[in-house]
């Protein structure tokens, strides 16, 4: 299938490392020119150099980026649209905010969350609609988790903000459905990335095990008896980016081999 992402301009945020650059790597290796951003810029570096070598597209960019910051999101839009003269696909993507039950958070760690997880995104999209509305298409994505649609124990501040992200989209897959772009929600469950690896460490500290047994108790709760692989998360986010997704829109897919029992 050709996906249609030759020349293509795409932003993912957070792409430095983890899903972020999972997906960034699948873009690249479908020859669009992409730019990634993350505050690091020695992270920056380092994946911009892994993704050209494993892809062979020298098309690949960055930007320091701090997603709470406003003028942070301008400058990586404004510096895309100069480079490529447009913004075609955007993937939304930003750090989880740390683990914790509700008692335990305070008012900054809610603002932080707000800020970081819902809305930086807002703040993203109002940047590149106005590109796609011009040329009357485009493509959104946000990367939410999986607790869209099954709340996550000891991640309260990720089961109230990432819903959030899907009503925005919903209600914009409304209001930007006439200028043809598309745009939807998508959820990781279970993926082997730092993030993962760090939020078991939490798990097993708080129950007293090993990591290694939170690693096997949550592979047995999944049908398909594994973590997934960002690779294979990514696949799932290019192709809705993608120009092969002509009329999926204001959906949320969840990526996570079966776990969430949720219709």
Not at 42 to 50: D, H, I, P, T
Not at 129 to 158: C, E, F, T, W, Y
Request: net charge neutral; with cysteine; proline share 3%.
């Amino acid at each position: 299938m050709d996906l249609g992402l030759t020349g293509k301009s795409v932003i993912v945020t957070a792409g430095s490392k983890g899903l972020g650059k999972a997906i960034a790597t699948e873009f690249a290796r479908e020859g669009a020119r992409v730019m990634i951003s993350s505050r690091s810029e020695e992270s920056l570096q380092k994946a911009q150099k892994e993704i050209v070598e494993a892809t062979g597209n020298e098309h690949v960019r960055y930007v320091v980026c701090d997603m709470k910051k406003a003028e942070d999101i301008r400058r990586l839009v404004d510096e895309t649209v100069a480079w490529n003269g447009t913004v075609d696909a955007l993937v939304n993507n930003t750090g989880g905010p740390p683990a914790g039950k509700f008692l335990n958070m305070t008012d900054d760690d809610w603002y932080h969350a707000f800020e970081l997880n819902l809305l930086s995104f807002v703040r993203t999209i109002r940047a590149v609609v106005p590109h796609m509305q011009k040329q009357k298409r485009g493509a959104i994505i946000n990367l939410a988790s999986s607790s869209v649609k099954q709340p996550i124990d000891h991640l309260v501040l990720s089961n109230t903000m990432r819903p959030g992200i899907v009503g925005l989209a919903k209600t914009l897959a409304i209001e930007l459905g006439e200028d043809n772009i598309v745009i939807n929600t998508v959820g990781p469950g279970t993926i082997e990335t730092d993030r993962v690896l760090e939020l078991n460490e939490h798990r097993a500290k708080a129950k007293g095990v090993t990591p290694d047994d939170v690693k096997k108790e949550a592979e047995a709760a999944i049908p398909m008896k594994r973590y997934g692989q960002p690779e294979e998360f990514a696949k799932a986010v290019v192709f809705l980016a993608s120009g092969a997704n002509t009329y999926i829109t204001g959906q949320t897919l969840v990526v996570d081999g079966g776990a969430v029992r949720a219709l």
